[in-house]
């Protein structure tokens, strides 16, 4: 007789492996997910076993199903709110809501997004009847718990989604909170896309022999991101932009703006040009930002501008090209923000305008990544480069550049931040 050759986790790659029940294949086939993504491969059997994870992953790693099939599989329909999981955007808790309930498909598991800026009437009725899944924002968790609406006392799977961004959105003493009042006993999921010190913290006082997954090295984005940096003039951007988006590519366009007023302009700028847009941030009303999000996610506008309230949570299929329209100030940001492109395996394109005053948050951002990012200009644009110097330039590498934007290799010079700033500063 032979024995069954011993299966390492890693080795999994069917889902039909995985121990799970009948009604979550046949969810998940009807997701159309064939294969798990490597973050599921390692969390879900270690979920399944009742371990606790702390995954080091972004949006776009498939992190929700990681936590959320392992969750689903333990709850008995009609016992109460046993799976909590807390988000920190109203955006990201309604994706997570979503896959949930996409993923209980066949069973009476019920589910709910609670966040703010919404009406409590579908929220009570969900805490007050036991659905068995919650996702929630904190602050609007923490109002809930505070009228004496929620039972904790059966909640024993603990999700901690983007851990990172809730201690950066300061959530911090609203998860302390919901900590106090939940059972010792459970088993905690924490997912965050970059692992600063705060949440190692955290993680290492919440969760017990963890089992520890990573879906790219802290800080790195997910594979199929080209990025490109573009050095250009500030009063030139919306003319880089408008260049960049009639090359033949750039239909499903993402816009992130450093202030709400500049997303406004740059919309307006965009619509005066007959390109079809709509903006997003938190000074528009709820109704307005859904609306936006699904205009876009459906295709019916092509660019969507908006400030880093859409950064996390915002799941549209077949984002062409994210654009940092300004250099966002925290390098995590970046990490969350082009995320949003290059989803689950597809390809796609990140671009950040770099002017002569980001150069220090551009060297910081490259630090951070622990990568270089490829640099680029058009010359009518940029605010060091002349086709002069970028020939020059190219000729000094001793190598074509590679071209991003259909120009060939005249207009495309790859500069390192030193090679900018001597162009810039030619004294220095
Ligand atoms: P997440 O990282 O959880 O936000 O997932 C990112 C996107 O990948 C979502 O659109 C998911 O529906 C999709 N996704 C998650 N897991 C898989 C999988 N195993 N195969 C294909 N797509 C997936």
Request: charged share 25%; hydrophobic share 40%; proline share 5%.
């Amino acid at each position: 007789m032979t024995s069954a050759p011993s299966r390492d986790p890693v080795d999994i790659a069917r889902f039909s492996d995985m121990k799970l029940s009948d009604e979550r294949l046949a969810a998940i086939e009807a997701l159309g997910w064939v294969t798990p993504t490597p973050i599921q491969v390692q969390a879900i059997p270690a979920g399944l076993d009742g371990k606790d994870v702390v995954g080091i992953a972004q949006t776009g790693t498939g992190k929700t199903g990681a936590f959320m099939i392992p969750a689903l599989e333990r709850i008995r329909a009609g016992e109460g709110l046993q799976v909590l999981a807390l988000c920190p955007t109203r955006e990201l808790a309604q994706q997570v809501s979503d896959d949930s309930a996409a993923l209980a498909k066949g069973t009476n598991i019920r589910n709910e997004a609670i966040f703010g800026g919404v009406g409590y009437a579908p929220q009570i009725r969900a805490l007050e009847d036991g659905f068995e899944v919650i996702v929630a924002t904190p602050g609007r968790f923490i109002d809930h718990m505070q009228s004496g609406r929620v039972d904790l006392s059966k909640v024993d799977y603990l999700v901690l989604d983007e851990a990172d961004r809730m201690l950066d959105m300061g959530f911090r003493p609203q998860i302390e909170d919901v900590l106090r009042g939940m059972p010792k006993k459970r088993q905690t999921m924490l997912f965050s896309a970059t692992m600063p010190h705060g949440v190692h913290d955290l993680a290492l006082r919440l969760t017990k022999d963890a089992l520890w997954v990573e879906a790219t090295p802290s800080g790195t984005t997910a594979d199929g991101i080209e990025e490109f940096f573009y050095s250009v003039k500030p009063e030139k951007k919306p003319d880089l932009l408008l260049r960049l988006m009639a090359e033949p590519g750039w239909d499903h366009v993402l816009i992130f703006t450093r202030t709400k007023a500049g997303a406004d302009v740059l919309e307006g700028r965009l619509q005066r040009e007959g390109i079809l847009a709509d903006v997003m941030h938190s000074n528009r009303q709820m109704k307005h930002r859904t609306r936006a999000l699904e205009r876009f996610a459906t295709g019916k506008v092509r660019v969507l501008v908006a400030t880093d309230v859409a950064q996390r949570g915002l799941d549209v299929e077949g984002i062409s090209h994210v654009v940092n329209y300004d250099v966002p100030l925290d390098p995590e940001d970046y990490v969350h923000r082009i995320g949003r492109t290059g989803r689950a395996g597809a390809t796609g394109n990140a671009v950040t305008l770099v002017t002569a005053s980001d150069l220090g948050a551009m060297k910081s951002l490259e630090h951070r990544l622990g990568r270089r990012v490829e640099k680029t200009h058009l010359p009518e644009f940029d605010y060091a480069g002349t086709p002069q110097t970028e020939s020059r330039s190219a000729a000094r590498r001793g190598r074509k550049s590679r071209s991003p934007h259909g120009m060939g290799s005249k207009a495309a010079a790859d500069l390192t931040p030193e090679e900018l700033e001597a162009l810039l500063n030619p004294g220095s």
